[in-house]
C-alpha cells in the first residue's frame, strides 16, 4: 500500500506561480508510475504530469511549458512546479501512484488561478 501526501495548492493570480508536492510512503524507485491530475466542477479527471516506466515523463498537451516534473529520490517526493497559470488551470489536484498494478491517490489539493 502507498500513502500519499500532497501540499503546496493555494489561489494565485493569472501569470503566477505554485509547487505542488506530493511525499510518497515507499521509495519512488519502487513505484511505478507516478504525479499528478486534476479534477475541475463539471470536468473528467484528466492527466496532467506523470513519470511513467524508464523515467518517461507526460504531460497534458495545455501544460507543456508551463509545468515541469521534479523528483527528490531521498524524500521520496515528486514536485510539480507550475508558471504561468491560467484561469483554466482552476481544479483540484491529485498525486497519484501506480504500485503493483493497483492505483493510488492522494486526498486532492485546491488550486486557484484568478484572472
Known amino acids: 500500500q502507498v500513502q500519499l501526501v500532497e501540499s503546496g495548492g493555494g489561489l494565485v493570480q493569472a501569470g503566477g506561480s505554485l509547487r505542488l508536492s506530493c511525499a510518497a510512503s515507499?521509495?519512488?524507485?519502487?513505484?511505478?508510475?507516478m504525479g499528478w491530475y486534476r479534477q475541475a466542477p463539471g470536468k473528467q479527471r484528466e492527466l496532467v504530469a506523470v513519470?511513467?516506466?524508464?523515467?518517461?515523463?507526460n504531460y497534458l498537451d495545455s501544460v507543456k511549458g508551463r509545468f515541469t516534473l521534479s523528483r527528490d529520490n531521498a524524500k521520496n517526493t515528486v514536485y510539480m512546479q507550475m508558471n504561468n497559470l491560467k484561469p483554466e488551470d482552476t481544479a483540484v489536484y491529485l498525486c497519484?501512484?501506480?504500485?503493483?498494478?493497483?492505483?493510488?491517490w492522494g486526498q486532492g489539493t485546491q488550486v486557484t488561478v484568478s484572472s
Open positions: 497519484y501512484a501506480r504500485y503493483a498494478n493497483v492505483q493510488y
Open positions: 513519470y511513467g516506466s524508464g523515467s518517461s515523463t
Open positions: 515507499k521509495s519512488i524507485f519502487s513505484i511505478n508510475a
